[in-house]
C-alpha cells in the first residue's frame, strides 16, 4: 500500500510538518514527539545490620554472622534499586537484631526526623534483622514526626545464600519508599511481597521465610516486584499524630517482661523491680491471667507505683480489660492488642512522663 502522503502536494507536508513543530512553542519536533521524563524520587537507606548483612560459608550453610556486608555493597548489589529513586546509604550500626539497643534506637529516631524533614527526601529505607524488627518498626512508629513513607526490611537467608530472600525485599522496599500512595500509612514492614503496619506484624516462625504476619489485622498491601498495592491504612495512633517524642532523650526507663507458667509465684517480678524496672509486662496465660501468689505480688507493685500490665503469651487476640482480673481494682493495665514485646516498647515511651493507670489505659487502647 501507498503512503497516503505519497502524492500530495509539497506545500500540504510543509505545513503539516510546521503544526508539529509550532504545536509546542520552544521545543523542536523531536522534543514534541517525546515523553517527558519524570524525576524520581530520593530514597535515603539506612542500615543497622542483620540477616540481609549476613554471610554464611556456603551457599548452603544455615549458621552465619550477621552484620557483614556494609550499606554501599548492599546497594551495589541491588542495582535494580535504582530505577525505582535515587538511592543515598548510610551505616547506623552493622549488628544481629538480637543486639539492638536504646542507642540504635534513638540514633535512628534522630536521623529519621532528620532527613524526612528535608524537601529532597521522599521516603526511608531501614534494613534491619528480622528478630526484633518489630519493636523497633513500633518504636519508630510512635516517634518519627513525619507522614513520609519509613520503610523497614529485612531477610530469613544471608546475602550468600543459595536462593537470598534479601535482594528483592530491598527492591520491594525502595519500591513501597518512594510510593506516594505510601505516605501517611505510618511505618510500614516489607517481607517476601507482603506490606505490614508496625502495629499489627509480629515474627512467627524461626526459619521460614514467610515468617512475618499480621495476624489480628491483616495486612497494610503487596508489593510484587516492584508494583505496590495498598489494602487499608495503619491500625492506632502513629508518627506524625503521635504525642511520644524522643528530642532530647538520651535513656529509657526500664521495663522487664515476664511470663507467666503454671505454678508460678511473685519472684521474678520482685527480682525485675529490684533491678531498677519502672514498669512490668506480664506475658499472661490465656487472656493475660496469671496465678494468685503471681497477681498478689504484681498488685502489690502497682499499688506502690509500678506500671503493670497485662499481655498474653499467646500469639493473636485481644487482652480485655477486667475480663480475667478486676483490672480496676488491682491497678492494672490491659494490653489490648499489643503482645508482650510491642505493650514493652509502649510502656516505655509512655513512661518518659508521670502517669496514672487510667492514662496508661488510655494510650495502650490508642496506639
Known amino acids: 500500500m501507498r503512503n497516503q502522503f505519497e502524492h500530495r502536494p509539497a506545500s500540504l507536508l510543509g505545513l503539516i510538518a510546521l503544526v508539529l513543530v509550532v ?53 551495589a548489589a541491588v542495582p535494580q534499586a535504582k530505577k525505582l529513586a535515587v538511592l543515598r546509604g548510610e551505616q547506623i550500626s552493622n549488628i544481629g537484631s538480637q543486639d539492638m539497643n536504646d542507642a540504635v534506637w534513638l540514633k535512628l529516631a534522630t536521623r529519621i526526623n532528620e532527613l524526612t524533614a528535608q524537601n529532597d527526601v521522599a521516603g526511608v529505607v531501614i534494613t534491619h534483622g528480622t528478630d526484633t524488627i518489630e519493636e523497633t518498626a513500633y518504636f519508630l512508629n510512635l516517634v518519627v514526626k513525619s507522614r513520609k513513607p519509613v520503610v523497614l526490611t529485612a531477610a530469613m537467608r544471608p546475602s550468600t545464600a543459595l536462593s537470598a530472600d534479601g535482594p528483592l525485599n530491598f527492591y520491594n522496599a525502595v519500591a513501597v519508599a518512594a510510593s506516594k500512595d505510601a505516605a501517611g500509612r505510618g511505618v510500614l514492614v516489607v517481607a517476601n511481597d507482603w506490606i505490614h503496619g508496625a502495629a499489627s506484624l509480629t515474627k512467627t516462625s524461626t526459619t521460614a521465610v514467610q515468617t512475618f504476619l499480621s495476624p489480628l489485622s491483616g495486612l497494610i498491601g503487596t508489593v510484587a516486584y516492584g508494583t505496590v498495592e495498598f489494602y487499608r491504612g495503619p491500625v492506632g495512633r502513629h508518627t506524625a499524630d503521635s504525642e511520644f517524642s524522643v528530642a532530647g532523650v538520651t535513656q529509657l526507663p526500664r521495663v522487664d517482661i515476664v511470663m507467666a507458667y503454671e505454678n508460678m509465684d511473685g519472684a521474678l517480678i520482685d527480682a525485675a523491680v529490684a533491678a531498677g524496672a519502672k514498669g512490668i509486662v506480664v ?19 502497682a499499688k506502690n507505683g509500678v506500671a503493670c500490665v497485662r499481655s498474653s503469651r499467646v500469639t493473636t487476640g485481644v ?39 487510667a492514662d496508661l489505659q488510655r494510650l495502650f487502647t490508642q496506639y
Open 23 to 75: 504545536a509546542v512553542p520552544g521545543t523542536t519536533s523531536a522534543q514534541a514527539a517525546a515523553p517527558a521524563k519524570t524525576a524520581l524520587p530520593t530514597v535515603v537507606v539506612l542500615a543497622t545490620g542483620g540477616t540481609i548483612a549476613g554471610a554464611a560459608g556456603s551457599d548452603v550453610q544455615a549458621a552465619y554472622t550477621s552484620g557483614q556486608v556494609g550499606v554501599q555493597q548492599l546497594l
Open 283 to 301: 506475658a499472661g496465660v490465656g487472656n493475660g491471667n496469671l496465678t494468685e501468689a503471681a497477681v498478689k505480688t504484681l498488685a502489690k507493685h
Open 319 to 357: 487482652i480485655g480489660r477486667n475480663v480475667e482480673l478486676d483490672d480496676d481494682k488491682l491497678g492494672f493495665v490491659a494490653a489490648m492488642e499489643h503482645n508482650p514485646q510491642k505493650a514493652r516498647v509502649l510502656l516505655r515511651l509512655a513512661l518518659l512522663k508521670q502517669r496514672n493507670a
